[in-house]
């Protein structure tokens, strides 16, 4: 009698504690890390805080037209353009390698790398996410692409960054990068072998696969007033395994050196809007 009476006693705390259970796990934060924060790895031309998934594959395709001051005869541009291909591959969840090649003048091939710092967690004890990017370019052309010949310690150049996000909540996602350029080719003496500066990007989600982002440069150290500040503004288009950007930009150069430190436009301002151009990127995963 007493173990029965013993049985009745505890089996209703028994299920008071599964029912504790359950009410501490509803309540207690996630800590997850956050994901998406941008949807590729760039956030229209620039690097975002995004790297590859471990054992994906991405390819992108970037066009940049011409001016839209070239007007009608030239279709405001689209009769020039200028191509990169670029692949990447994510090793890890914490790193991602890519190389790309372009067609701008001397064709400069680049491999780049990207390692994340820090992950955004959902319960906020992480807030925000940081990944450094890495690239050093080679110009493969040098004599008969721009009528002078150069050694190899000439063509060389890079970019580092330190990418800092964070993820506001669904639609809003701010980033900010510190970036040191360095080229030993510079096309005016007030240039300089260093150049110093700080990206400032966005991106606002406002359907379930349409987003309008945005991106700017300044550079504060390293360059002469000739240039200007990089901007773009462009829309993400998701298409089940693709992410179509479409953007409008001040620059005519598709690779992060020479566009942090040799946009030039108009006399006036940096947004003179004949001398925009229009462009877009391609990407596509593939799981390996």
Partial sequence: M????????????????????????????????????????????????ETTHQGELNGTISHRFG??????NDLWGLDFASMRIALDYGITE???????????????????????VL????????????????????????????GYSLPMERRLSSTNQLIMARKFNEDLSLQVSPTLVTRQLRP??????????????????????????GETTPMFYGVSQTWDPACALGVDIETGGHVFQLFVSNSTYLTDDRMYTQTKTGPHT???????????????????
């Fill in 2 to 49: 007493k173990i029965h009476t013993l049985l009745l006693a505890i089996l209703p705390l028994a299920a008071f504690g599964d029912d504790l259970d359950s009410v501490l796990a509803v309540s207690a934060p996630a800590n997850e890390p956050v994901t998406a924060t941008f949807k590729t790895i760039r956030v229209v031309e620039s690097q975002s805080v």
């Fill in 67 to 72: 001016q839209f001051s070239t007007g009608v």
């Fill in 270 to 288: 940096a947004l003179d809007l004949n001398t925009l151009s229009f462009g877009f990127n391609i990407t596509r995963g593939w799981a390996m």
């Fill in 188 to 213: 005016h003496n007030g240039d300089g072998e260093v150049a110093m500066g700080v990206g400032f990007s966005g991106r606002y989600k406002l359907a379930t696969r349409f987003a309008i982002t």
């Fill in 94 to 116: 914490w790193m991602d390698i890519g190389v790309e090649r372009s067609q701008e003048d001397g064709k400069p091939v680049d491999l780049w790398g990207k390692f994340r």
């Fill in 119 to 146: 992950r955004q967690t959902t319960s906020g004890s992480v807030p925000l996410s940081a990944t450094w990017y890495s690239a050093g370019y080679v110009m493969t052309e040098t004599s008969e692409g721009l």
